[in-house]
């Protein structure tokens, strides 16, 4: 489904990413993790085409993304969330996925639509809704929601847009105990309902080590380690660099 081969971004003289290169199977759950600063953020960014390699290839679904703008690798499947939640704040939760199914389907910027295409919007509307547990905030202005159903929302709004591969990043940032818990069993259910092909950045190492079939372990921008979570728990340069053992 994705596949990095030697993934380098330099801003000047600083490197962000170096020589960065993974892969994630069709149906696989994978974490990123790495001290602040580590330049996890920044490889979402050349992933989805927020920014461009200084050197490497990104491989999504067979194709090489080079040139390819966000917005088209959408359309194509692959959807983000953000570090900070990007919703629309003064909507409506149904209106926020409203514009994500419209957008999916092509409709938005019609004048008017069919009584028939309402029908089915509503109708996939009502489903994410279900699916993430958001029908009882149907009504609800988004930005007066709670910080985890903001959240949960942002998700949602992801789903609308029918992805193959899905990137979280930082999903449980500033939440409380038990809106973590029902952010990690959304996700959970995504990827074992819906066979969602998930990379996700992750601070929580009891969120990390308890879902990601495959962790890499990012430092200074290069990968200093990447497999199973047996693997890198195992791992005296990873206990040295990030869960605070010795070399």
Known sequence: ?????????????????????????????????????????TLFNLITGFLTPTEGRVIFDERDMAGVPPEARVAGGMVRTFQITEIFPELTTLENLRIGIE?????????????????????????????????ARADYLVGELAHGDQRVVEVALA??????????????????????????????????????????????MSIVFGIAQRITVLDYGRVLASGTPEQIAADPRVQAAYLGGEA
């Open 1 to 41: 489904m994705l596949r990095l081969e030697n993934v380098t971004k330099q801003f000047g003289n600083l490197v962000a990413n170096q020589g960065i290169s993974l892969t994630l199977d069709q149906g696989e759950m994978s974490a990123v993790i790495g001290p602040n600063g580590a330049g996890k953020t």
């Open 103 to 135: 957008t999916r389907m092509g409709i938005n910027h019609r004048p008017f639509i069919s009584r028939r295409l309402r029908a089915e919007v509503a109708h996939r509307v009502e489903e994410v809704m279900a699916m993430t547990g958001l029908t």
């Open 159 to 204: 789903l609308t847009l029918e992805p193959k591969l899905l990137l979280l990043d930082e999903p449980t940032a500033g939440m409380a105990e038990q809106e973590t818990e029902q952010m990690v069993a959304l996700i959970r259910r995504l990827h074992t309902e819906r066979n969602l092909t998930i990379l996700f950045i992750e601070h929580d």
